[in-house]
């Protein structure tokens, strides 16, 4: 068994057992891929996957491979770029959800920056589905995200308070503050953000908890077009705090309150529990910890 046959495997499993895809993926035949994964059922003895048809299925003992084989190959892949980009350590892979990319991270890099001017980060700005794929796969560091976490190999850790905000037309019924009945928000038509983004799951998870739900009419992965639907009377969004303040300052939007419902959330990091987080990746994570609106908390 090699690193190779650890390779084959999981490309096999991120391709919904799929030889042919993994094959295309791997710049192989079909044929040397499915002649790996019956190296590997030999060589340990197990049915990693089940041939019904012409289709693969999983195993237990197969899931069971999987959960050893990717931090090892994790692992195995932090050693290679480490020891053949020596010079270039100090790169990090920093993964945001839209929200925090947006509003956030820009701010938090240049804070980094400033602090470590020897450091090169590259980051990737994605739904939180996409970034815990990429931890998975060790093309990230470390993400910054605003849901919680599903995947088990995956840890999370708070770094900060937000809250949801509903926003509503301000040339409509509303009024600044007014605090609506449970009937009078339901009726409403809703602007939401897609289903998986942070903001949708949190939003989600205070409706469900109070017995209730809702129908979007309007589907973004965009804070602002949803922030223009609301300014052009379409409906009303529930979104971040820190993305709304602008245009509620400005009169352009108002924000109310529904009886029984609040939206508190955190911030999180995500990173896979087998990474090994350098220093500079620590510093970043601590820096995050203390940030506050352009400054960081002590200075």
């Known amino acids: 068994m090699t690193i190779r046959?650890?390779?084959i495997f999981l490309s096999v499993y991120?391709?919904?057992?799929n030889t042919t895809r993994a094959a295309e993926d791997l710049h192989m035949t079909q044929p040397a891929v499915s002649l790996a994964i019956r190296e590997l059922e030999q060589y340990y003895g197990v049915i990693l996957f089940d041939r019904i048809g012409r289709r693969l299925k999983i195993t237990q003992a197969g899931q069971r491979f999987w959960e050893y084989a990717s931090p090892i190959l994790s692992l195995f892949d932090d050693m290679e770029k480490g020891m053949r980009n020596w010079d270039s350590f100090g790169i990090l892979r920093v993964g945001s959800s839209i929200t925090i990319g947006s509003q956030f991270l820009p701010g938090y890099v240049k804070a980094f920056y400033e602090r470590f001017p020897g450091t090169e980060l590259q980051a990737t700005v994605a739904p939180q589905a996409q970034l815990e794929q990429k931890l998975l796969k060790n093309e990230l560091d470390f993400a910054l995200v605003e849901g919680i976490s599903h995947v088990p190999v995956l840890v999370s850790e708070e770094y900060m308070e937000d809250r949801l905000e509903i926003i509503c037309p301000a040339d409509g019924?509303?009024?600044q503050g007014?605090?609506?009945s449970t009937e009078e928000f339901l009726q409403q038509k809703f602007l939401l953000r897609e289903q998986g983004s942070g903001t949708r799951e949190t939003f989600e998870r205070a409706l469900i908890g109070a017995g209730l739900s809702v129908t979007p009419v309007w589907e973004a992965t965009s804070t602002t077009a949803l922030v223009n639907a609301v300014i052009s009377g379409l409906g009303i969004a529930v979104l971040p705090y820190?993305?709304?303040t602008g245009p509620l300052e400005k009169g352009l939007v108002v924000s109310v309150t529904v009886e029984g419902l609040s939206f508190p959330r955190k911030f999180r990091f995500l990173y896979h529990k087998e990474k090994l987080l350098t220093s500079s990746a620590r510093a970043f994570l601590d820096l995050c910890r203390n940030y506050e609106e352009g400054t960081l908390r002590g200075e």
């Open 5 to 7: 046959h650890l390779k």
């Open 14 to 17: 991120e391709n919904q057992c």
């Open 173 to 175: 019924s509303f009024r």
């Open 178 to 180: 007014q605090r609506l």
């Open 242 to 244: 820190r993305m709304v």
